[in-house]
């Protein structure tokens, strides 16, 4: 069974910068596609960001331009760059390959 292990997160003030990660005891991301999620207290869980198992990503639009994600294939890892952090991006981040999800992590942006 696949589990993913998610890292990072945390208290920062507006326009500051996190990274995430989420690691995989595998190289499932190299053979699946991969997102981003989060979700504000709330509110439903959205999709914020791909990446296809061939490096393909895409953002949607609240967050493109401002978070990047990164692919480390030797250790199984992707992370999730976020910079410019605004208080409406504070919400718990989760990673999803296949059916496999992380265990989330919490993201405070307030000053």
């Known amino acids: 069974q696949t589990q993913l292990v998610q890292s990072g997160g945390g208290l920062v003030q507006p326009g500051g910068s996190l990274r995430l990660s989420c690691t995989a005891p595998n190289n499932i991301f190299s053979l699946y596609d991969m997102g981003w999620y989060r979700q504000a207290s709330g509110r439903q869980r959205e999709l914020i960001a791909t990446?296809?198992?061939?490096?393909?990503?895409n953002y949607e639009a609240a967050v493109r331009g401002r978070f990047t994600i990164v692919r480390d294939t030797a250790r199984n890892t992707i992370y999730l760059e976020m910079t410019n952090l605004k208080p409406e991006d504070t919400a718990v981040y989760y990673c999803m390959v296949d059916h496999y999800w992380g265990q989330g992590t919490q993201v405070t942006v307030s000053s």
């Open positions: 990446s296809t198992y061939s490096g393909r990503r």
